[in-house]
């Protein structure tokens, strides 16, 4: 049975394609910096707003009417819905998908019968791998949408969900590590504060250094290969989560002696909640070697929540891609479309739209920004920009060889006023243009 029986296997097509479902800009095959696209790219979809998502917000119910969704037995409702997502995955030749324990199989009675069910249709999720090639890029577990954890999984005030969120991410790290996972994420929905009032920031900071000590440590113990990544976000669902953004992770990780177990899974329209630009916060992780992996998607400017939306702008992925191959690539990483449909796009061709401008907003970005540094001459501006720390007074400076007192000496005794130097933004912003 067909789910998408409407949409052949997407192709590219070149800019000029007249197909509204072809690729303009991946070509999976092309080969740019030394690697494919496909290989740069390694492209993931999401279980979660791709195949579990009704469509549903805050003010009113599912829009959509997904035949996958629509089976009321719980385990073939759950066999569906993974034929469906690997039909969509295929016919777009994304190479991963991604998904939470909870995507692909319900939550049972116990944990004891959640473990088995997940078990049960992660065979099908096998077949399926193996028949079709497609791998995932990452597992993770839910630790946000049961009431259980409304007060946080690792930083709850009761130890007992402390230790039912250790089993449930030992069950799903050991998934993830069956089939071949790349990377598990942890991401700390509910891992932070409503209110002050009732919450002792200095215990729950404790707790989550724990609980990602325990986890790194059963990632050795099975001998996962896979890199554990945390995903920053700011607020949402809570006022304010302690995985704030990139500096915040990195500031826990070294306060726990974290910093070589965990690499950051970046969001686009995490980073903008937070206050920062998406090419920030790449930034940020690269120069501080904890570069992983990217959830791709964009914010609305006129919206403060995290909207999720397919990212469309080739620009904005130009800068991403400037920080990202500067900071020598993703390796294991991917980019994961961690984005969901409007609740007015009902049919499930929308999928393949949504996807396809994703996936060709993100190439285009490659393409350009690899025109960017082949062309030369923003990365000669940064270079020269600094030229100075090259030489005498910079390198003693650096090294520790100069004290205040020294530094003082040399600029009183030559009486020295340095002079500025154009930052040239607005020259820079236009040789950016030109390629974007
Ligand atoms: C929530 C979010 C999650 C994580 C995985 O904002 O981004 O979907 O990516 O739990
Ligand atoms: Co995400």
Known sequence: MSFFPDVEPIRFGGPEASDPLAFRFYDADRVVLGRTLREHTRFAVCFWHTFCWPGSDVFGAGTFERAWLAEPDAVKGAERKIDAAFELIAKLGAPFFCFHDRDVAPECATLRESHALLDRVLERVEKHMQKSGIGLLWGTANLFGHPRYAAGAATNPDPEVFAYAAAQVKHCLEATHRLGGANYVLWGGREGYDTLLNTDLRREADQMGRFLALVAEHKHRIGFGGTLLIEPKPFEPTKHQYDFDAAAVHAFLQNYGLEREYKLNIEVNHATLAGHDFAHELAYAAANGL??????????????????????????????????????????????????????????????????????????????????????????????????????????????????????????????????????????????????
């Open 291 to 436: 570069l992983g992996s990217v959830d791709a998607n964009r914010g609305d400017p006129r919206l403060g929540w995290d909207t999720d939306q397919f990212p469309d702008d080739p620009r904005e992925w130009a800068l991403a891609w400037l920080e990202i191959l500067r900071g020598g690539g993703l390796h294991g990483g991917g980019f994961n479309f961690d984005a969901k449909l409007r609740r007015q796009s009902v049919d499930a061709t929308d999928l393949f739209h949504a996807h396809v401008g994703g996936m060709d907003a993100i190439a285009r970005g490659l393409l350009a920004a690899e025109a960017i540094l082949s062309d030369g001459r923003l990365e000669r501006f940064r270079e020269e920009r600094y030229l100075g720390w090259e030489h005498e007074l910079g390198r003693e400076i650096l090294s520790g060889r100069k004290s205040l007192e020294d530094l003082a000496g040399h600029v009183l005794a030559n009486d020295l006023e340095p002079q500025p130097v154009s930052g040239r933004q607005e020259m820079l912003e236009n040789l950016v243009s030109r390629f974007t």
